[in-house]
């Protein structure tokens, strides 16, 4: 199981560095999302997927899942979400106040 | 337990949110925002006093112990960190009362730069790897903000290009993290240092070392600095000024802990890697200060060769070494902080930053122009101001090492900083006053009091460097010694 999550995450990490290399901006904001996804999926991967009961006191058995991974993640996707707001909202000033979302355009002058 | 260790972390935050109830009263959220940095200043001293006397100050945040908990731990090396810090940011800030219009000042400029205080001062205290790459985040939420303030076209353009270039690096860094928790199940420091013990540092854990060193290099602007001429032109003088000061210091503060603490068992490729890296730095940083003629890209480019500078004492893996290094880091942050606080000033009078275009200051600014000369010496290293301390133990540790070449290429870049920056001296400063008085497009007054208490610091700095030699040498006694460390993390209740 713990091989095929690595897979999957390799293939969003995949997605998401295709995406970011593409010239829209857009595509380059989902892009990054995707790729956050893709190292969201590898965090919980990589503490071992579940291994055994709830982490509670009450659950009789031997083995528990750990619990830490799943409140990392917790964490890293309240921030990525976070980040992809603000920036889906400063693409769209860029894209108001600029004019285009293409990044071959957004390059700039030497000049300002 | 110290309940004092996170107030460093409390008192910016709190200043910062309080201020966002009073959006349009800009007087009480300066004096807010000063009392804030003074009161976190005075808690960073008393810090750095009772470390001196009682060792490392540790809190386990809400009782919860190591390494079940999260640990705040201010060790020497962290408080002098976090006292230059306030120093630095309280100057930045008041730089930016009269540096900064009125319509940023309206949208939040002071609680962002509060918040982008309190990340950086929970960076430097953390005793926990996934809390450091939250405060990473507080601080880089709060720096895009700050740097895409204003709205003009430059600045959207380069946010978009920072933040991409933060947020793939973020990913690679929790990546980084889930690796090393496979391996060795933990993200306390003081316990990730015990078990990378344990089990021997490996080809694996090394490998996942140098992934840390990717991350933290690109934060840190090791090598990958690619980024940071663009981004760090774009805001207004006095946020450039706390980015230049703070940001990249953060990712070396980062570097040094991690490959002192944890990945300190094969120097012999982490810290050759580091010092290749910070060779190649200090070279292309170096050619870039001397090939542009814009103030801002050649003060953009001299932050990269000193962390290239910096990064080659820790790579060095010596003592005596690391206290230069440590000793050169203080030294930046303020220098740093003041010719990013003078440049700005020199820009916003002239009203270009075209260094062809500026001339003459210092007939009506004579203040400016000295100071700048100051500073300028500081950076390259002219005894008896502070940067000349940093860099002989640097130096001296490179020729015992062996590692000769790289102490030329320190040497040469050092000229060409030198260089550099006297080119921005002479070229602005001197010659002919092409502007009158009434032509100016800003009076350049404001940096009097920033620029004067950075520039006494850097005079006190090396002049009473044997003084403050004897704290950072316990701040490297740690670094070196990383049981005193994990002790005072696993004793003190």
């Known amino acids: ?112 | 337990m110290n309940n004092l260790v996170v107030f460093p972390i409390l008192l910016p935050l709190l200043s910062g949110i309080s201020m966002f109830f009073f959006r349009d009263r800009i007087r009480l959220q300066r004096k807010v925002a000063v009392n804030g940095l003074l009161a976190t200043l005075a808690v960073s001293l008393i810090l750095v006093g009772m470390i001196a006397q009682n060792g490392v100050q540790v809190l386990h945040i809400g009782g919860w112990e190591a390494p079940f908990g999260i640990t705040l731990v201010a060790d020497m090396f962290a408080a002098l960190l976090l006292t230059t810090a306030s120093i630095v940011s309280l100057a930045c800030l008041i730089y930016a009362f009269h540096s900064t219009d009125e319509a940023r000042e309206k949208f939040y400029t002071y609680p962002f730069l509060m918040l982008l205080v309190c990340g950086v001062n929970g960076s430097f205290l953390t005793g926990d790897l996934f809390n450091l790459f939250v405060f990473y985040e507080v601080m880089l939420i709060a720096s895009y903000v700050l740097l895409s303030l204003g709205g003009s076209k430059i600045q959207l353009r380069e946010t978009i290009k920072y933040i991409a270039i933060n947020i793939v690096a973020s990913m690679l860094f929790v990546i980084a993290i889930a690796y090393l928790y496979a391996v060795v199940g933990t993200l306390n420091m003081a316990h990730l240092s015990e078990r990378v013990a344990e089990i021997g540092q490996d080809g694996v854990i090394t490998t996942i070392s140098l992934l840390f060193l990717l991350v933290f290099g690109l934060k840190a602007s090791l090598f990958l600095y690619f980024w940071l001429p663009g981004s760090y032109s774009a805001p207004p003088p006095a946020i450039a000024a706390i980015f230049a000061a703070l940001l990249t210091k953060v990712g070396i503060y980062s570097i040094i802990r991690m490959f002192t603490l944890v990945f300190y068992h094969h120097p012999e490729v982490t810290h050759t890697i580091m010092i290749w890296l910070a060779a190649l730095t200090m070279i292309l940083g170096a050619i870039g200060a001397i090939a542009h003629w814009d103030v801002k890209k050649i003060l953009n480019y001299n932050v990269i060769v000193s962390v290239g500078f910096i990064v080659f004492g820790i790579g060095l893996s010596h003592a005596d070494a690391l206290s230069g290094a440590l000793f050169y880091l203080l030294h930046d942050m303020i220098a740093k902080a003041l010719i990013f606080i003078l440049g700005g000033a020199m820009i916003s009078i002239a009203g270009t930053h075209n260094l062809r275009e500026i001339s003459g200051l210092i007939s009506h600014h004579p203040a400016l122009g000295w100071l700048f000369f100051l500073v300028a010496l500081a950076l390259a290293g002219i005894p008896p101001l502070s940067g000349f301390v940093g860099k002989v133990m640097i130096l001296q540790g490179g020729v015992e090492k062996q590692f000769y070449s790289v102490v030329v290429i320190s040497l040469i870049t050092s000229l060409m900083v030198l260089y550099s920056v006297m080119k921005i001296f002479i070229n602005g400063f001197w010659g002919e006053t092409i502007l009158s008085e009434e032509e100016e497009k800003s009076t350049g007054r404001g940096i009097l009091i920033p620029g004067s208490i950075l520039a006494a610091l850097i005079i006190l700095l090396g002049i009473g460097a044997d003084w403050a030699m004897v704290y950072v040498e316990q701040a490297v006694e740690v670094l070196v010694n990383p049981s005193i460390y994990i002790n005072a993390v696993f004793t003190q209740p």
């Open chain 1, 1 to 112: 199981m713990e091989t095929f999550m690595t897979i999957v995450a390799g293939i969003l990490l995949t997605i998401g560095t295709y995406l970011v290399l593409s010239r829209s901006l857009l595509r380059i904001i989902l892009g990054l999302s995707i790729f956050s996804h893709g190292a969201h999926l590898m965090l919980l991967t990589m503490a071992g997927l579940k291994q055994g009961a709830a982490p509670l006191v009450g659950e009789q058995t031997g083995t528990y899942t750990d619990p830490l991974p799943q409140a990392l993640i917790l964490t890293s996707i309240v921030i990525s979400f976070a980040l992809t707001a603000f920036f889906l909202v400063l693409g769209y000033r860029t894209y108001v106040e600029l004019g285009t979302d293409d990044m071959r355009e957004l390059r700039g002058e030497n000049d300002e």
